[in-house]
């Protein structure tokens, strides 16, 4: 009933930025907190930044100062912009979004987006 479509990944040099968007779509109401995830090969997934509908927003301690999160609440939209990327950085980024898919739901229901990579080099 929602699906997140992120796009915005690509390949960049060390040091560069790159911007990663993410677009939720379906059956919404409103949407409580948005995030993005990445998860490197081998290693589990793990948070990188969140914001909530207030605008609240945490970091993954590794990128704080160099990433920002943001969101569009009218667009059901987050955006992850990233600078002074590492290399260290590469990853397949996740968009995630707890969602209030009407005015009768009481709870929320989690969906992740299918991924997009980030590719960092020397």
């Known amino acids: 009933q929602v699906q997140l479509v992120e796009s915005g990944g690509g390949l960049v040099q060390a040091g560069g930025s790159l911007r990663l968007s993410c677009a939720a779509s379906g059956r919404i109401f409103s949407i409580n907190a948005m995030g993005w995830y990445r998860q490197a090969p081998g290693k589990p997934r793990e948070l990188v930044a969140a914001?909530?509908?207030?605008?609240?927003?945490d970091y993954a301690e590794s990128v704080k100062s160099r990433f920002t999160v943001s969101r569009d609440n009218a667009k059901n939209t987050v955006i992850l912009q990233m600078n002074s990327l590492k290399i260290e950085d590469t990853a397949v980024y996740y968009c995630?979004?707890?969602?209030?898919?009407?005015?009768?739901?009481?709870?929320?229901?989690?969906?992740w987006g299918q991924g997009t990579q980030v590719t960092v080099s020397s």
């Open positions: 914001i909530t509908s207030g605008g609240n927003a």
């Open positions: 995630n979004a707890d969602v209030r898919p009407s005015s009768f739901s009481i709870g929320v229901e989690n969906y």
